[in-house]
């Protein structure tokens, strides 16, 4: 079913209010933290990877509580319109400091950083849910979420863009009150957008009825007992990745071993009298569609969140102009929408797999070329830049709407469709890449000895700013494009699936 233009930018407007929240913490959050702020390169490291765990449970959860929500409005945009005042105050908070302690603001920051990813998940979850059932064309959802990410992007460049100025506008010298005051004005956006985005969408396709379903009093208990299955990796993962030393190494093997055994018996045991969210959770281990976008999506915002987390730093001591990242924002996020709206059109033309590798790989080439750019220069990092994000574009515009691919295919192949579960692990993997990506970029700068309160360790961590803006995250695009090889489902195994559950929702 193809979608009206005016519910297509309604979707849009959505992620443009999301990412008043999502580009505004990845691109500066970080550097508010050791900045204005006060936190240590290594404590906001910390914190980044902390919030993470707790990611992990609530996303998987929400996704869970969406796939179960039974309303006039529908599964997914009740929760929308129900989340938005809360994400729009944990984004001021966020960006507000108060008159504490060093330990009375490290704990301020975590309980208001946890907040805002918290209704952050209630809220985008079932967002990024909802384009799984506004239609059941696959080439309508890649248009879809091209206009999702032109929005995002949208979104993306009004923050990045003018911050720095509204800040420096309302702050008059005062950066903490700048800040504060700037995130006044994007949470005022943040709950018109919402309720646009509410309005003017609709939810369509629904899965063949599963009889078999509990209620979700007794899932989430279920639920609970698995849980150190979701914490013990990511734990194991946040401390590897933090500490680096032979002890959380050995940790971290033993763990993946133990999830690799645990898994392996949970597939092979009886599955007759399994609940639905442990009937769930088979589902998707045995959706090889899903397990690889997982891994694409951590790869890819790795990819892109690494290079979005250092711009602030390179810009203010590489380049040696703090204002000028606003600008450079600016382009980025302008060559993104293009990037965003030509997507549908490449994928017809080369396929979404093959689109999607030479995406990776030609973004990851001008990235690392990035590398060589003398300091203090200006135009070969826009023009690199903007070459290269053009191809980054493509690359959440592919990955969610790929997503809806794998939540048929397990409807295709199972009969059963957990859409919810499905977009809640890809938002899941997004941020918990946009986390390590943050975290990545403070331990390189604190490997320098970079402290943003010291002006005498800039010289030094400066090649550390050279690395983060070219080859790290140029390594992970590599990564994900060999992965993305192991892609199984093409254009003509995608048409099947549509026709054949078409024909079966039809019958039901």
Wanted: proline share 3%.
């Amino acid at each position: 079913m193809q979608l009206a233009l005016k519910e297509k930018i309604g979707y849009a407007l959505g992620d443009a209010a999301a990412n008043l929240v999502w580009r505004g913490a990845l691109a500066y959050l970080a550097v508010f933290y050791t900045d204005t702020f006060g936190l240590t390169a290594a404590a906001a490291a910390m914190l980044f990877l902390v919030v993470r765990l707790t990611d992990g449970i609530t996303d998987i959860i929400m996704g869970m509580i969406a796939d179960r929500t039974d309303t006039k409005w529908g599964k997914f945009r009740p929760w929308i319109l129900w989340s938005t005042p809360f994400l729009a105050l944990f984004m001021v908070l966020c960006f507000t400091t108060p008159d504490f302690s060093y330990d009375g603001k490290l704990a301020f920051a975590y309980v208001t950083y946890i907040g805002l990813t918290l209704a952050y998940t209630v809220n985008n979850v079932p967002y990024s849910a909802l384009m799984g059932v506004m239609t059941n064309d696959d080439k309508e959802r890649t248009s879809l979420s091209g206009f999702r990410f032109a929005g995002a992007f949208l979104g993306g460049l009004f923050v990045m863009g003018f911050l720095p100025q509204l800040v420096e506008y309302f702050g008059q010298g005062n950066q903490q009150q700048g800040y504060q005051y700037t995130m006044y004005l994007f949470a005022a956006f943040l709950l018109v957008l919402m309720v646009i985005t509410f309005s003017t969408t609709q939810e369509r396709v629904k899965p063949v009825a599963d009889n078999n379903s509990g209620s979700l009093k007794s899932e989430l208990k279920d639920l609970s007992k698995n849980l150190p299955f979701i914490i013990l990796p990511l734990l194991a993962t946040t401390l590897f990745f933090y500490y680096r030393n032979l002890p959380t190494g050995l940790f971290f093997v033993a763990v993946v071993v133990f999830c690799h055994f645990a898994i392996k018996r949970l597939l092979s045991s009886d599955h007759s009298n399994l609940t639905r969210s442990q009937q769930d959770m088979i589902d998707l281990l045995n959706n090889k569609p899903w397990l690889i976008l997982l891994g694409m999506g951590f790869l890819t915002m790795m990819f892109n969140g690494i290079k979005y987390g250092v711009i602030a730093y390179y810009f203010k001591y590489f380049v040696g102009d703090e204002i000028l990242a606003g600008q450079y924002f600016v382009g980025l996020l302008v060559v993104s929408i293009l990037g965003a709206l030509s997507t549908s059109t490449l994928a017809k033309w080369f396929g979404r797999k093959q689109l999607f590798i030479g995406a990776l790989i030609i973004s990851s080439l001008l990235t690392g070329a990035m590398f060589w750019i003398p300091e203090k220069s200006i135009v070969p990092v826009f023009l690199l830049g903007c070459s290269a994000e053009f191809f980054a574009a493509i690359m959440p515009t592919l990955f969610f709407s790929m997503l809806g691919d794998s939540a048929d295919y397990s409807e295709w192949k199972n009969g059963r469709r957990a859409t919810g579960l499905i977009y809640s692990a890809g938002t899941f993997v997004q941020k918990t890449g946009g986390g390590f990506a943050g975290a990545l970029v403070l331990l390189v700068l604190s490997g320098y000895g970079y402290d943003g309160m010291d002006a005498a360790t800039i010289e030094d961590s400066l090649p550390g700013m050279q690395w983060l803006m070219s080859w790290i995250p140029a390594a992970f695009g590599f990564i994900a494009a060999a992965l993305m090889m192991f892609y199984p489902l093409d254009d003509k195994m995608q048409e099947k699936m549509t026709n054949d559950l078409s024909e079966a929702r039809l019958a039901s």
